[in-house]
T-cell receptor, first 115, second 113 residues
Framework: DAKTTQPTSMDCAEGRAANLPCNHS???????VYWYRQIHSQGPQYIIH???NNETNEMASLIITEDRKSSTLILPHATLRDTAVYYC????????????????FGQGTILTVHP | DAGVTQSPTHLIKTRGQQVTLRCSPK?????VSWYQQALGQGPQFIFQ???????QRGNFPDRFSGHQFPNYSSELNVNALLLGDSALYLC????????????FGDGTRLSIL
């Protein structure tokens, strides 16, 4: 699985957009980009994932560059409850096309949202 | 719709003992993965079960074993506990096929004395 690089920490003002970058320069063609977050004492929460195209759901938007070597998770209007560790993960499909879905977590980005 | 549930939430054991942790997957999910998360670290993949068999395994010793039942629920067993096994143990479930994301439970906090 490809490795990812994220900033150790970021700050954001409440109500502003939080833009969390991730580099995955060695990503393979069959690898998806997943984003999870983990609030203290809870399990990781799935946010969003994508392959090539930009994706949006009720939680966030995912912007993937055309060469797929980096991506940005956007929380459009950050709240205090968005303070968490955010993990960017790339995960491959196996040769048979069935995702085993093994997730390789790094250290993530600690996002702190300030009032 | 219940999500992934794990039991117990907390557990204290002593070195050398054995422990069993349990996981019920999210409704409609047939695959269960287990992760270990040491304090201050990201989760590390232990293994994954599908159709009652271990399908993939991470870099963990044989002291770590598991089981999946016909109803897709799963157990993680750890024998001969070491102090270093103290961690948060997370279960994640998913539906095999395509790129379905895994959904996590809130884990079992295991402390070894």
């Amino acid at each position: 699985d490809a490795k990812t690089t994220q900033p150790t920490s970021m700050d954001c003002a409440e109500g502003r957009a939080a833009n969390l970058p991730c580099n995955h320069s060695t990503i393979s063609g069959n690898e998806y980009v997943y984003w999870y977050r983990q609030i203290h004492s809870q399990g990781p929460q799935y946010i969003i994932h994508g392959l090539k195209n930009n994706e949006t759901n009720e939680m966030a938007s995912l912007i993937i560059t055309e060469d797929r070597k980096s991506s940005t998770l956007i929380l459009p209007h950050a709240t205090l409850r968005d303070t968490a560790v955010y993990y960017c993960i790339v995960s491959a499909l196996n040769a048979g096309g069935t995702s085993y879905g093994k997730l390789t977590f790094g250290q993530g980005t600690i996002l702190t949202v300030h009032p | 719709d219940a999500g992934v549930t794990q039991s117990p939430t907390h557990l204290i054991k002593t070195r050398g003992q054995q422990v069993t942790l349990r996981c019920s997957p999210k409704s409609g999910h047939d695959t269960v993965s287990w992760y270990q998360q040491a304090l201050g670290q990201g989760p590390q993949f232990i293994f994954q079960y599908y159709e009652e068999e271990e399908r993939q395994r991470g870099n963990f010793p044989d002291r770590f074993s598991g089981h999946q039942f016909p109803n897709y629920s799963s157990e993680l067993n750890v024998n001969a506990l070491l102090l270093g096994d103290s961690a948060l143990y997370l279960c994640a479930s998913s539906y095999t096929g395509g790129n379905q994301p895994q959904h996590f439970g809130d884990g079992t906090r295991l402390s070894i004395l």
